[in-house]
């Protein structure tokens, strides 16, 4: 599995911004693409991920903010992330997941990708 990853940056509070993540290699359609975070002083968690086959995984704490979406031709799924909040302030790690549970279970990822900082401050 080869990931490239980018995106992310510097963003004032209620500002968006959206990551991609190509992914190629993948053993199969049921593997997740996605992200996971991790801001200083805590736990890396699940974020959101997408599958081939369209399911999709969005954390509690960025439903109604973010979206996640994939071009299949491209092999690269999009994170686009609205009203976003100081408290989303994390490093972003692509990763690949199996399922079940390979969007938010470390224990799941079979590839992680390059971590990306975004940072919401005014």
């Known amino acids: 599995v080869q990931l490239q990853a980018s995106g992310g940056g510097l963003v004032q509070p209620g500002g968006s911004l959206r990551l991609s993540c190509e992914a190629s290699?993948?053993?199969?359609?049921?593997?997740?693409v996605g992200w996971f975070r991790q801001a200083p002083g805590k736990e890396r968690e699940g974020v959101s991920c997408?599958?081939?086959?369209?399911?999709?995984y969005l954390a509690g704490s960025v439903k109604g903010r973010f979206t996640i979406s994939r071009d299949n031709a491209k092999n690269t799924v999009y994170l686009q992330m609205n009203n976003l909040k100081p408290e989303d302030t994390a490093v972003y790690s692509c990763?690949?997941?199996?399922?079940?549970?390979?969007?938010?279970?470390?224990?799941?990822?079979?590839?992680w990708g390059q971590g990306t900082q975004v940072t919401v401050s005014s």
């Open positions: 990763s690949v997941g199996q399922p079940p549970a390979g969007c938010y279970d470390e224990r799941r990822v079979v590839s």
């Open positions: 290699g993948l053993a199969s359609d049921t593997y997740a």
């Open positions: 997408m599958n081939k086959l369209g399911s999709t």
